[in-house]
């Protein structure tokens, strides 16, 4: 078996969940055995799985696993099937209904978001109106753990419940220096004859959850770990004859400008310091490969692409004069982004194309989202710059767009590159570590322009906006190259070269 280690999978995703989404369907489409596998206690993952057309078969998440809840069919819970007492009194409202006995609220019942009264939690209030115990609902309608709660408020237990109902596992928490919760055990019950196995915190659970992972697989196991934080340590301390992988989807050091010598990522260090038990590193650039490879002479990179097109042959380019919209911009909304620098690029642009249009597509920080709000209202961009938040569908919505724009300070590869130009989009980017002379061939299906350079990328943007000819031999160029290098059977090949499947 193969998994591909993730801290979750939510309703806004990075690129690293985007990637391994992409990669267990791509392992399943070849009958490979593959599957992401989750640390983090999320009652919705199942309702979002869905959201991203993956099936229970190839997500495994920590808590399904010991709850034994891995595949349970989902129906819909309402107030009325909790079996309250007769005697009480439901006072029904849009996110929660309030339970009375008499004139004392004793519950509320809690509503999943974006449902019609589908319960989600129901909270219990002792006689002083105290929260006492909240029951929290899993989104396929079965009750999965309890939270108590002390006499200051604050959460001192919790139990998680298989489907019939029995503890399997129970946290305790203490108050830290601030007074809030703060685990300090976890038991796990009865599990394989043993009534009680102890541990400090969900962290320490999911290295023993690993170990049965491997334990377990009548043949050797792969793991691959997506997110250096949260799988580095478990792998570190696996101690068997697994395979054990490292995705370095982030830009490896401290210092943008020097790659090679600057003091690595905190949570990559313990990876490159113990080389020996790794099988190897996965990149998402070979320009980030050769710095690593310059660095650690004898760590095995690997690259691998995040994004796989159909053979050119069997894919049709949408023609990008024809899009109704114009500029785009995928990824984060963070200031490393330098997103402010975008926009007033496009306060440029705008002077001599007065109907240019960009759409930003991201999640991010609201009180930065809120000083690009301001900015696009001062430079009276407001029927121009649309900031339109993440999008699960985005795939379906390249075909929409004409150039991408990329301001970034560093990055370890930017997925929505590739993604736009297997779309027929040219990528108009500063030059950083990594993606863009990796993706970027300037001048022919794209440009690379100086970091900070505004007037520059401004008058690129003009050049193609104004030259339909130009913009559609980019647009041809960089749709070729995606469906030519990184077709799904190629990059398939080179994932069985390196992990050995026949």
Known sequence: ??????????????????????RVKL????????????KMYDRLLHQTMGTFKLVDQQVLNMFDYFQQTTTVPAKVLHTEDLQLPDEYAVEVGANFSKVFNGDDLVSNVGFIPGTIGQVFYQEFFDNQGNLSATDLWDWRGFKSSTQYFGQNGKLTMERYYNLQGQTVMEQYYVPDTNGNPLASRLILKDYHGQAERFFQDANHLFRFFLAELSHQDKQTTTFISDRPGTGVTPLLELQDDSHKYVMVPIYHAKDVNDPVHSALDGFLTPAFDNLQHFDGFITATESQAQHLRTRFSKANVTVLPTVTTSPLAHSELQPVVKRPKELLYVGRIAPDRQLDQMIRVIALVKQQLKEIQCDFYGYGDPEYIKTLIKLIEELKLTDNVHLLDYHPDLETRYNDYQLLLNTDIVDGGPMSMPEAMSHGIPVISYRFNYGPKDWIDDGHDGFIIDPGNQLAMRDRIIELMTDTKKLTAFSEAAFKKLHTSQTELKVWHRWQQLLGIK
């Open 27 to 38: 392992f399943n489409h070849h009958k490979v055995p593959a599957q992401i596998v989750t």
């Open 1 to 22: 078996m193969f998994y591909f280690i993730n801290e979750y999978i939510l309703g806004k995703n990075s690129s690293v969940e985007h990637a391994a989404i992409k």
